[in-house]
């Protein structure tokens, strides 16, 4: 399968039976032997097609990962080297941290670089600075790092994080003010690949959307979608959504900025915002109806309608401007194996280039066994 929706290319026949008529047919052609299905020479024919068939098998494959569409892993490493776009390395997550310090606080406090702050049994987030505060002030806001790169220190809740590993004098109580988030495992081959290919975009520095879209998504692997508009002369105002519709925090749009702001690669005259998407709300209230001659399956069934659901909902919110389209809901839960679909509900909403749908009140039901 490759990328992009291209016509797939074979550059060798693979096909066995194919391999063997050919060898046979050569066979016959030099020797004049035709050989039978009983023939003992013909094992020495299965064991060359064998040969044969596994080395074209993997010498097209090779010559596939000379394409951007096919390529994979150390390939497509190489694939990116052309246009010095390098695979996104794994990073870890971050939230922002409150200390609030002792109001009778009469000396200056140094917060080291490195202090450690303990959530769960063993995840671990640091500070990457070190940070002076005065007297007279009572509370400090940190960005902290989870030591360890990838997902694990994602998804903590405001106030989760909130013990010191080793106490400071005068710090009354430390919490995390945001959900962490920001921890990502080495970017993919699929996304990887995308950014390659719009990689061309960013050797301009014109201001072309292309552009702001490939250095927003070198910020983050977990970036799925971005929207550039600018709703006047010198105002660039980037978009930018998160793997499964998520809304992306503070702490990562403030990433999205600092790489898209770069003056080597921001025009002199463009004034960057950065922002999430505008979220629209959207009901569901459907219902469904199997046939009564599938009763021995209807177990199943739901499971398929159910799963098809879920996959809508995640469909409808993975890409800004995708319309709220119910008429898609309907074809999937018919494809899943309802015979028929009721839904009360707005079946349309037109969805703008920066906002994104947003479930709210979902409800699907199982109307029974109806006939045809």
């Given amino acids: 399968m490759n990328r992009f929706n291209l016509p797939d290319v074979n550059f060798l026949e693979k096909s066995p039976e194919d391999i063997e008529r050919d060898i046979l047919l050569h066979i016959s052609e030099i020797t004049g032997i035709t050989l039978s299905n009983a023939d ?83 995840t671990f987030f640091e500070m990457t600075e070190t940070i002076v505060i005065p007297v007279g ?47 990502a495992e080495v970017e993919e081959n699929d996304a990887y690949a995308h950014r390659i290919r719009i990689a061309p975009e960013s050797f301009s520095v014109a201001g072309p959307e292309g552009a702001y879209e490939y250095w927003a998504k070198t910020t983050s692997q977990d970036i799925v979608d971005v929207s550039i508009l600018s709703p006047s002369a010198g105002i660039v105002e980037i978009r930018v959504l998160l793997e499964n519709g998520e809304i992306p925090s503070q702490e990562l749009l403030a990433q999205v900025l600092e790489v898209c702001s770069d003056r ?20 569901i209230d459907a219902t469904y109806w199997i046939l009564e001659s599938n009763v021995f399956l209807v177990q199943q069934i739901q499971s398929d309608i159910d799963y098809a659901f879920r996959q809508y909902i995640k469909w409808q919110k993975e890409k800004m401007g995708r319309n709220i389209n119910l008429s898609e809901l309907i074809a999937r839960l018919k494809n899943a194996g309802a015979h028929r679909v009721s839904v009360d509900s707005i079946m349309f909403q037109e969805i703008e280039k920066f906002q994104v749908a947003n479930e709210n009140d979902i409800n699907l039901n199982f109307g029974g066994l109806t006939d045809e």
């Fill in 40 to 122: 003992p020479r013909r094992a020495w024919v299965k064991l060359a097609t064998l040969i044969i068939t596994q080395e074209r098998n993997n010498a097209d494959y090779g010559l596939k990962q000379n394409l951007l569409a096919y390529a994979e892993d150390e390939f497509l490493d190489h694939k990116g080297e052309s246009t010095s776009t390098t695979r996104l390395a794994s990073r870890p997550a971050a939230t922002t941290i409150e200390f609030i310090f002792e109001e009778e606080r009469v000396s200056v406090l140094v917060i080291e670089e490195g202090t450690l702050f303990l959530v769960g049994e063993n």
């Fill in 137 to 183: 002030q009572h509370s400090v806001e940190v960005i902290a790092y989870c030591t360890e790169n990838g997902e694990k220190g994602n998804g903590y809740l405001p106030g989760e994080i909130s013990v010191l590993v080793n106490p400071l004098p005068w710090v009354k109580e430390v919490k995390n003010l945001t959900t962490s988030s920001g921890g």
């Fill in 264 to 283: 080597t690669r921001r025009p002199l005259t463009d004034y960057v915002t950065v922002q999430a998407p505008e979220q629209v709300s959207y009901d």
